[in-house]
């Protein structure tokens, strides 16, 4: 049989990387912003941008043809793209654990949502920001809960030393200040 007359798969179109995943028994620990800021993405995704490209793919299918419609073609792909955008977010927030990194404030001991400035071996200081898995910005200086980094981090204090794993090696890094956001007003 001709390759022309074979159905193709979708998941020719998976280009999404793989989603982050949640270690075994895991929770799945997000900040109260960080929930809500992928709750109005399920929303806008639910409520404008799917019915928008539900609209342009009956248009495009509309005008005959669909074999050489690129409206259509394109239309269908970003269609399934958003289905599967909608699919992850319904169950990453079901499964999600709203910790407020707020109830730790004025704390020098490293919790989930602590700010943490440390050195390392070159003595040059790092902040980053230990969030949620589907939260964390590496672009923002934001790692997740469950990166090397704030594996060590976590639990130490201000002055405390811990040891990082690294590809290179065991490498010793200072703690050298802990903060956390204001706690939310009720």
């Not at 990453?92 to 949502?113: C, K, N, T, W």
């Amino acid at each position: 049989m001709s390759k022309a007359f074979t159905k193709e798969t979708d998941a020719n179109d998976d280009d999404d990387p793989t989603p982050p995943v949640l270690p075994a028994g895991g929770k799945n620990y997000m900040t109260p912003q960080g929930y809500a800021r992928l709750k109005a993405e399920l929303l806008d995704l639910i409520d404008n941008e799917r019915p928008q490209v539900v609209e342009a793919v009956h248009w495009a299918a509309s005008n005959g043809d669909r074999s050489e419609n690129g409206d259509y073609h394109y239309g269908k792909k970003r269609l399934r793209e958003i289905d599967r955008r909608i699919r992850f977010l319904t169950k990453r927030l079901e499964i999600a654990e709203i910790s407020d990194p707020g109830i730790h404030h004025g704390s020098d001991q490293v919790f989930f949502g602590a700010t943490v400035t440390y050195i390392d071996d070159n003595q040059a200081p790092q902040t980053v920001t230990i969030l949620g898995i589907d939260e964390a910005d590496s672009a923002l200086n934001q790692v997740s809960w469950v990166s090397p980094i704030a594996r060590a981090l976590l639990k130490a204090r201000a002055g405390d030393e811990v040891r990082l794993a690294t590809p290179g090696g065991l490498k010793d890094i200072e703690v050298l200040q802990v903060s956390y956001p204001a706690p939310a007003s009720h």
